[in-house]
């Protein structure tokens, strides 16, 4: 069974910085393109970040663009999304997720994380 776990949310002070992580287990991690989705209080699930299985290539969000970088280690089975210049607005539970718009067999996500609490806060 496929299993997706984020870890490294917390608070943290506005232009501050985070590094999420996503624990993968139950398939095979290095075949899947993988993506980063945020709900904020009271707004639709966003996409914020995807990455194709080699790493290689990796799309965006606007409103994150230039602020947040996605990566993988295939290796560890893990996806990461490094955050970076953070304000209010990126106050979410972020959620990892299997597939995404990069993805040739799943461009849209089947398996999704329990989430983690980003709050950013002075």
């Known amino acids: 069974q496929v299993n997706l776990v984020e870890s490294g949310g917390g608070l943290v002070q506005p232009g501050g910085s985070l590094r999420l992580s996503c624990a993968a287990s139950?398939?095979?991690?290095?075949?899947?393109?993988m993506s980063w989705h945020r709900q904020a209080p009271g707004k639709e699930r966003e996409m914020v970040a995807e990455?194709?299985?080699?790493?290689?290539?990796?799309l965006y969000s606007d409103s994150v663009k230039g602020r947040f970088t996605i990566s993988r280690d295939n290796s560890k089975n893990e996806l990461y999304l490094q955050m970076n210049v953070l304000n209010p607005e990126d106050t979410a539970v972020y959620y990892c997720?299997?597939?995404?718009?990069?993805?040739?067999?799943?461009?849209?996500?089947?398996?999704w994380g329990r989430g983690t609490q980003v709050t950013v806060s002075s």
């Open positions: 997720a299997r597939g995404g718009s990069l993805s040739w067999y799943t461009p849209h996500p089947d398996y």
């Open positions: 139950g398939f095979i991690f290095g075949n899947t393109g």
């Open positions: 990455i194709t299985s080699d790493g290689l290539r990796t």
